[in-house]
């Protein structure tokens, strides 16, 4: 397929996908305000544009953790991936590594880390959940370590799951046993190139990290109810000094709104604070990542921690939204519905496809604001 836009390959992913997965990426928490807002918020942000500034050499690459970065973009870590392509996960990877740009695998990843690491040429990032289990999280730890995962992110905005209508409407929770099971075959069936591709030749659907907890043969509806059951609603800062203490490599705290909780994640020793509202997925009426960079960048720096990146992900679509949210302080953008809509429409090749789109239309945004490197881009790129 051709595609001039991360919306294009929106459109064909819902072509191809069984509806309850496309609903799954699609929705967000209740009645998707903030969702939505995330969007809206991107596209209210204005950009001053400038002429005459000798724009020939514009460079996209950055530094991030000591590497190097073809652009100031990461791939955020998305639950059941795998299900979008067939090992979607392993191809994500892949597609980052073309792309120079680094890939962070979920912990509730259809693909294991192992078959990720042996698959990937470049070294990735390991999502983190906190789970009740902390033997399992001390084995999470140890299994990035021995993959060779140069940073570890925790997720630490979810101590249960949002409430999300889409995925209770479609059949994909809410609907256990024999009957969201037939329910979600008569829509896979629907897309018989997914059905063959994925359905068949895409096994074990199991989720790789997770199934020594679950079983080897769980499926969705195990899988829910396991994350309604294990998720950790007691988790606090002195877990992150642990984690802190068990790994030495780049720490990521990601899921955080408030500038409070951005200096205690750096008082914690992370070497990054990820700004995000989990792409509207968990508190509807949250913060939208425009509204949260801002005062969190300007904490973070006032308060002596400037060595801390910010990250910052939620409702980005454009290169031109990187743009934005690097204006507004961030050091690098974290996607996840770009890349995973690319994933769904045409494997490894439309997760780079989207990355490509990303830096060209980052490269013509830049250039007509008058910038020429990632390092120039601050709040007078704002109009």
Same mark, same amino acid.
């Given at each position: 397929?051709?595609?001039?836009?991360?919306?294009?390959?929106?459109?064909?992913?819902?072509?191809?996908?069984?509806?309850?997965?496309?609903?799954?990426?699609?929705?967000?928490?209740?009645?998707?305000?903030?969702?939505?807002?995330?969007?809206?918020?991107?596209?209210?942000?204005?950009?001053?544009?400038?002429?005459?500034?000798?724009?020939?050499?514009?460079?996209?690459?950055?530094?991030?953790?000591?590497?190097?970065?073809?652009?100031?973009?990461?791939?955020?870590?998305?639950?059941?991936?795998?299900?979008?392509?067939?090992?979607?996960?392993?191809?994500?990877?892949?597609?980052?590594?073309?792309?120079?740009?680094?890939?962070?695998?979920?912990?509730?990843?259809?693909?294991?880390?192992?078959?990720?690491?042996?698959?990937?040429?470049?070294?990735?990032?390991?999502?983190?959940?906190?789970?009740?289990?902390?033997?399992?999280?001390?084995?999470?730890?140890?299994?990035?370590?021995?993959?060779?995962?140069?940073?570890?992110?925790?997720?630490?905005?979810?101590?249960?799951?949002?409430?999300?209508?889409?995925?209770?409407?479609?059949?994909?929770?809410?609907?256990?046993?024999?009957?969201?099971?037939?329910?979600?075959?008569?829509?896979?069936? !629907?897309?018989?190139?997914?059905?063959?591709?994925?359905?068949?030749?895409?096994?074990?659907?199991?989720?790789?990290?997770?199934?020594?907890?679950?079983?080897?043969?769980?499926?969705?509806?195990?899988?829910?109810?396991?994350?309604?059951?294990?998720?950790?609603?007691?988790?606090?800062?002195?877990?992150?000094?642990?984690?802190?203490?068990?790994?030495?490599?780049?720490?990521?705290?990601?899921?955080?709104?408030?500038?409070?909780?951005?200096?205690?994640?750096?008082?914690?020793?992370?070497?990054?604070?990820?700004?995000?509202?989990?792409?509207? !997925?968990?508190?509807?009426?949250?913060?939208?990542?425009?509204?949260?960079?801002?005062?969190?960048?300007?904490?973070?720096?006032?308060?002596?921690?400037?060595?801390?990146?910010?990250?910052?992900?939620?409702?980005?679509?454009?290169?031109?939204?990187?743009? !934005?949210?690097?204006?507004?302080?961030?050091?690098?953008?974290?996607?996840?519905?770009?890349?995973?809509?690319?994933?769904?429409?045409?494997?490894?090749?439309?997760?780079?496809?989207?990355?490509?789109?990303?830096?060209?239309?980052?490269?013509?945004?830049?250039?007509?604001?008058?910038?020429?490197?990632?390092?120039?881009?601050?709040?007078?790129?704002?109009?």
């Amino acid at each position: 397929m051709i595609a001039a836009s991360i919306e294009d390959y929106r459109r064909a992913a819902r072509t191809r996908t069984p509806h309850f997965l496309f609903e799954y990426v699609e929705g967000g928490a209740n009645e998707e305000v903030t969702l939505r807002r995330n969007i809206e918020g991107l596209a209210g942000v204005s950009l001053r544009q400038r002429v005459m500034r000798d724009v020939r050499d514009t460079e996209l690459s950055t530094e991030l953790f000591g590497n190097k970065l073809s652009m100031p973009i990461i791939l955020s870590p998305v639950g059941l991936a795998g299900m979008y392509a067939r090992r979607g996960e392993t191809l994500a990877a892949q597609a980052a590594a073309a792309q120079g740009v680094p890939f962070c695998l979920s912990t509730v990843s259809v693909c294991p880390i192992k078959e990720v690491a042996a698959a990937s040429p470049a070294p990735f990032w390991f999502q983190l959940y906190m789970v009740r289990d902390r033997g399992f999280v001390r084995s999470m730890i140890d299994a990035a370590r021995e993959a060779g995962c140069t940073a570890l992110t925790v997720t630490v905005d979810m101590p249960l799951p949002g409430y999300r209508y889409r995925d209770i409407r479609s059949g994909l929770a809410g609907a256990p046993g024999l009957f969201g099971q037939l329910r979600r075959l008569s829509q896979a069936l !629907r897309r018989p190139e997914w059905a063959v591709n994925v359905g068949l030749r895409g096994k074990p659907h199991t989720l790789g990290n997770v199934a020594p907890l679950l079983g080897p043969h769980a499926g969705l509806g195990e899988f829910f109810a396991w994350v309604a059951a294990n998720f950790d609603q007691s988790v606090t800062w002195a877990d992150i000094e642990a984690i802190r203490a068990e790994w030495s490599g780049p720490l990521i705290i990601k899921g955080l709104l408030d500038p409070d909780d951005a200096l205690e994640a750096a008082r914690c020793g992370a070497d990054a604070v990820a700004v995000s509202n989990h792409g509207g !997925r968990q508190l509807d009426g949250a913060l939208t990542t425009v509204e949260a960079v801002p005062p969190v960048a300007e904490s973070v720096a006032r308060e002596g921690f400037g060595n801390v990146r910010i990250i910052a992900d939620g409702g980005v679509r454009t290169g031109t939204d990187v743009l !934005r949210l690097l204006a507004l302080g961030a050091h690098s953008v974290a996607i996840g519905r770009a890349w995973l809509y690319g994933l769904a429409a045409d494997g490894q090749r439309g997760v780079e496809g989207a990355l490509k789109i990303l830096e060209a239309e980052l490269r013509v945004a830049m250039a007509l604001t008058g910038l020429r490197s990632i390092s120039e881009i601050n709040r007078d790129a704002l109009a």
